[in-house]
């Protein structure tokens, strides 16, 4: 059922209301594209109702743009329709002034953006909605706001809908801006794909009666099984990094398989290796471990007739759900007892589990006081390639690619951070500047009383980590952070072995640097003991150069410097 089907049954449930209040206002507007504008309010709604939203936020969505292009100001329609949906307007309205260019000076505005979803994140949602019908009709309007808007898009709203869980729109949004983003690309893909796209759903047709046949044989009653053609924006990022060659690009279209229960879900999976072997490494189980934003399913990808490679992605009908519209899957509502009626809908309030990335943005957020920080931090921390590194307990933590034992510390608990003396990669001892990557179980080990080294600052990749580093220097020299040095203090972890001090003070004196003070502590950590140099120098390259030189000797598993 469409919104203007429930104004026409029940005018006078909140929906109903909101779309007699919106065509009222809208009355004699027009679009670029010449319709009249109340369409885009109500495309804008139905993609709302669609993702099973409440009441309230579909009335918002219907009037979306009411007290920004008419006569009429929130606190009419606060008497209306009450504080939560004027709340909610309120929001959009600000979010309507944004206007992304990729520019530093847009810094206050994707604050506000931030901010926004993170007291309500139904104002995010609607926006969301409101994008994608905009970007739907982008081509009615100007060239020079077509290319603005499509960055804006995706730069900004489909990766912010892929954060929400919300894959399915994160990559309509995608591709609706990547043919104005570059359109050449574009162009090229279309002539060049077509053909291919064609001739893998062939093949896949001739093998889906296989696979159907062999799950009947075991007692698997699929609910679906359909291919899923992948996404030119995806599948361009993809080809660049296989030399624009298609014959490497396995998941062109792959098979996706709905089934009853996470049982099937395995089942599944086992009938498929048993018919094709599987691709070595190519087997991915994100039921058992989610990604963090929510998304389950098993991917396999195997060597199927002829030879032919192809990739299989089975999940339950909810998990299907969740991976096509993520948050808005949670933001169910209720009905009251007695009745199905529309007016009687009430919000059943996401978990709170479910926003936990939008409260850590305001917490950040608050920590920043430099405005240009913030931004960095959003780009870097929000907009780049992730890696899922687990703790020792099971717990997936979301770092951006890049990150270090000292970024995944920080990012479990400042303390954590600012005390953190080594780690352990799946059980091997790294040093603190070593990258992790997808799948690595991490350990910190902590001393109480620690604080972080300046040398940190060098290799560490969040913001986040950056900025607690800085304080508590800041904290710990009793004056702004950075501090003018003359010596430096170099720490090395190494095995107690005899000679590992002159092996260490022959690399330092043959760079002509003098050793003020060396000294070895006879506290180990995990059999480790840590030695310490103070030199006459404070070139920070001549110290990096040194520090390499260092962890090259036999034995030492980490080397940290501090100036002093």
Known sequence: MSVKDIAKKEP??????????????????????????????????????????????????????????????????????????????????????????????????????????????????????????????????????????????????????????MQNLSGELEDLAFPYINPEAYKWLQENIKVKYEDREKYLAKIKPIVAKALAETGIRPQKISFRAKRYSSLYKKLLRYDMDIEKIYDLVAFRIIVSSVEDCYATLGVIHKLWPPFPGRIKDYIAMPKPNGYKSLHTVVIAVNKQIVEFQIRTAQMHEEAENGIAAHWAYEEKKGGKSYAQRRTSVADKKEVKWVQQLRTWQKEQENSEEFLESMKIDFFKDRIFAITPKGEVIDLPAGSTPVDFAYRIHSDIGNQCIGAKVNGQIVPLAHKLISGDIVEINTQ???????????????????????????????????????????????????????????????????????????????????????????????????????????EVKEVEYKFI
């Not at 329709?81 to 530093?104: C, D, H, M």
Request: include cysteine.
């Open 448 to 554: 109480k009383g620690k604080k972080p080294s300046s040398s940190w600052l060098e290799f560490v990749r969040t913001e986040l980590a950056k900025h607690h580093i800085k304080k508590e220097l800041s904290q710990k020299k009793g004056m702004a952070f950075p501090v003018k040095s003359k010596k430096t203090e170099f720490r090395v972890l190494a095995k107690n072995r005899i000679g590992i001090i002159k092996d260490i003070s022959i690399i330092i004196s043959r760079s002509h640097i003098g050793i003020t003070s060396i000294n070895s502590s006879s506290e180990t950590h995990g059999g480790f003991h840590v030695v310490k140099i103070i030199c006459d120098i404070n070139d920070p390259k001549k110290v990096q150069k040194i520090a390499l030189k260092l962890k090259n000797i036999e």
């Open 12 to 165: 006078e449930s909140l929906i109903g209301k909101a779309y007699i209040f919106a065509e009222k206002a809208h009355n004699g507007q027009k679009r670029a594209s010449g319709e009249p504008y109340l369409n885009h309010s109500v495309c804008t709604a139905d993609f709302l109702l669609e993702w099973k939203l409440d009441d309230e936020t579909v009335a918002a969505g219907l009037l979306h743009d009411v007290a920004e292009d008419t006569s009429i100001t929130l606190n009419e329609i606060e008497k209306e329709f009450g504080k939560n949906v004027s709340f909610l307007i309120a929001g959009i309205t600000k979010l309507g002034k944004i206007k992304y260019r990729g520019t530093e000076r847009q810094i206050g505005s994707i604050k506000k953006l931030i901010l926004a979803s993170s007291e309500d994140i139904r104002v995010l949602l609607i926006k969301l909605a409101d994008r994608y019908h905009n970007m739907q009709t982008l081509r009615f309007l100007p060239k020079n706001k077509q290319k603005r808007i499509a960055l804006e898009t995706y730069e900004i709203y489909a990766p912010l809908a892929y954060r929400l869980g």
